[in-house]
């Protein structure tokens, strides 16, 4: 029955002079998102509508699942297209469709009607009365309630008619692309690839950073990453996802420091091998999966010390969650299963027994000088051998 989508946005639709900017961005992410749907579709933009058409046969929900994972997007309406939109066949075919998609019609409704092609005969308002009244005769236990209608029934007159009921909920946020570009330091845990969809729903185009430590870590853990970055890219698109070797700057930072402070100072140089990728492909900030308090290196004196060491801005977007609130949102965009998989991470092989919570930048600082002998040039190995991925 349905030969379209209608697609409904939120905060695109106060932009201002910029608006078309983001209505076009939208528009470019919904044809990307159709890219893996079996059929053909054409996305058009008119008066404040974006619409998806159904050129050729298609799955509708494979095509709802798809739409659902564009950023922006806060509804998708299934829409009937009526090609013949004089009043006696509009009004006969918005019977029809009410008489298919509700076989009870014991419930109360209300017509809105918007008139885009103002050559019509009936105003909008006129459209309303006749379009209730005739419904209200060809189905005699319809009630009408224009205050709190169980049914919402819109009818928008253009070239051609389209009438829908029903609203499917989109992701909501901002298109992506529209505010930037930013690096996530990905790790195989569960709090990064939520904080990686967060900043994406926000309109970020996003990058990944992943450190490897073989052999201390296999490359089963190596794969479980590059799986939860495709999982995010079904929501975020395309992500470029940089593997570094960190082992030998791991084993160095083992070997000459005191190993209660091991997580912050090998954070501090996490953080400063991300910024160089991240600045080297035009990211404008870091973004982490920390919450405060959930371990040792998330206390507000160890993301200090770890702050210190960046120039660009880093982005936390689940600092102030529980851990359940993660895990829920996890859940929700379905890297939870892939994250609990039992292949550690370089953080959870070389952490301390008893690592220090409330580090003092001064201390930490005092240790690394330890380091200065080789330490510039391991980053710099790390930094020629990093290995690559495109994920889409």
């Known amino acids: 029955m349905y030969k379209a989508f209608l697609i409904k946005y939120a905060e695109i639709g106060i932009k201002g002079k910029n608006r078309f900017i983001f209505e076009n961005a939208l528009k470019d992410q919904v044809k990307f998102a159709l890219r893996w749907v079996e059929g053909t579709f054409h996305v058009s933009k008119e008066q404040g509508r974006i619409f998806v058409e159904a050129m050729t046969d298609y799955d509708f929900d494979e095509t709802v699942e798809a739409l659902q994972r564009v950023f922006g997007v806060t509804g998708i309406c299934p829409v009937v297209v009526i090609e013949d939109n004089n009043w006696e066949a509009l009004s006969k075919a918005v019977g029809d469709y009410v008489d298919a998609e509700y076989p009870s019609k014991n419930f109360t409704f209300k017509v809105a009607a918007k008139r885009g092609d103002k050559r019509y005969p009936k ?60 690096m996530l330091l990905l790790s195989g845990g569960i709090d990064s690839p939520v904080a990686g969809y967060m900043i994406a729903k926000r309109g970020v185009r996003i990058d990944a950073t992943y450190f490897h430590a073989p052999p201390y870590t296999s490359e089963r853990a190596k794969q479980k990453v590059v799986d ?58 870091l973004i982490t999966g920390e919450s405060i308090g959930q371990v040792a290196s998330q206390t507000l004196q160890s993301l200090a010390a770890t702050n210190e060491v960046c120039t ?21 965009i379905n890297t939870y299963e892939t994250s609990i998989q039992p292949y550690e991470d370089c953080c959870t092989i070389f952490v301390a027994k008893h690592p220090v919570t409330k580090p003092s930048l001064k201390v930490i600082k005092y240790s690394e000088k330890a380091l200065e002998e080789k330490i510039e040039e391991l980053v710099k190995v790390a930094l020629n051998t990093v290995e690559t991925i495109h994920v889409d």
Do not use: W
């Not at 070797?245 to 791991?250: E, K, L, R, S």
């Open 123 to 182: 105003t909008s308002p006129e459209i309303c009365m006749d379009m209730g009244e005739y419904l209200l005769d060809r189905f005699h236990e319809l009630k009408v309630d224009v205050h709190n209608p169980e049914v919402m029934l819109h009818v928008e007159i253009r070239n051609k008619a389209y009438v829908f009921s029903k609203v499917i909920p989109g992701p909501g946020g901002m298109p992506i692309g529209t505010n930037g570009k930013a």
């Open 312 to 332: 660009l801005p880093v982005y936390r977007p689940v600092i102030g969650f529980d851990k359940q609130d993660i895990v829920n949102l996890a859940e929700k």
């Open 228 to 285: 939860l970055a495709r999982l995010v890219s079904k929501y975020a698109g395309p992500i470029n996802l940089h593997i570094v070797n960190f082992t030998d700057i791991q084993l160095y930072i083992y070997e000459k420091c005191p190993h209660e402070e091991l997580t912050i100072i090998m954070r501090r140089y996490m953080m400063k091998i991300a910024e160089h990728i991240a600045l080297e492909n035009n990211c404008l900030g």
